[in-house]
């Protein structure tokens, strides 16, 4: 099956109304079944077709299903003697170390403060962080954390967006007050007027975050990253 993606930038650090982050929409191009080609409709081979789209269909809803690659792990080896994190910033608390050549299990990746030039975060299997600048993919690297969805969240006042979920780390961007969000996951990290939930917003790196204790959501929270 091929597809298109189409990327829409919206407004980074705009007023009220906008909405700080990147949206990304998929749409498929075409159907295609390996060996068939194009599918086409016509007096002849309904009943391939009709067999081909019920299969593709099917591989469409797996794909698109909330959740669907969330039992997924995958393996990295250690580089080099690790500090393992709270949260994926290296200001969040240190509760572990890996050694150099360890293999640990990797669940999926965001974006986060910049280490030696890699702004990728990897959540291990044990739910802590670790930045990916010193772990090597053991075979294919996990994608995205999240649903795959986007969320809508409104800015209560005046908010920094930084690159990782801490008050310490940088700011990227901002948006007013009533501004809207683009919601992707939400981790605990550091505690901003007793709520310590930060959200990630959509966004191709460095990180994009939002202390969740001044955003209110439209609709449905994301889930955890």
């Known amino acids: 099956m091929s597809s298109r993606i ?46 081909a789209a019920t299969v593709l269909v099917s591989m469409v809803m797996l794909a698109a299903a909330p959740g669907a690659s969330a039992a997924t792990t995958y393996q990295g080896k250690v580089l080099a003697t690790l500090n ?13 170390t890996l050694r150099s050549g360890a293999t640990v299990t990797l669940l999926c990746k965001v974006f986060g403060p910049t280490v030696d030039g890699n702004y990728v975060w990897y959540k291990l299997g044990t739910g ?20 795959g969805n986007e969320y809508d969240g409104r800015a209560l006042v005046a908010l920094n967006v930084r690159s990782g979920p801490n008050t310490g780390n940088a700011v990227v961007s901002s948006v007013r007050a009533g501004g809207y969000l683009a919601l992707v996951c939400k981790v ?21 975050w939002v202390a969740a204790r001044y955003v209110t959501n439209v609709g449905s929270a994301p889930p955890f990253c």
């Open 6 to 51: 189409r990327i829409a930038a919206i407004g980074r650090g705009t007023g009220r109304g906008g909405r700080v982050g990147l949206r990304i929409r998929e749409y498929a191009a075409a159907l295609r079944v390996p060996g068939l080609g194009r599918l086409r409709v016509g007096s002849r081979g309904r009943g391939i077709v009709t067999a």
């Open 84 to 96: 393992v994190r709270s949260a994926p910033t290296t200001l969040a608390s240190d509760v572990g």
């Open 128 to 147: 802590r962080w670790v930045t990916a600048r010193y772990v090597a993919n053991v075979g294919t690297a996990p994608g995205f954390c999240g649903n």
């Open 188 to 208: 605990d990290s550091q505690a901003v007027d007793g709520n310590s939930r930060w959200y990630q917003l959509t966004g191709d790196g460095p990180g994009a």
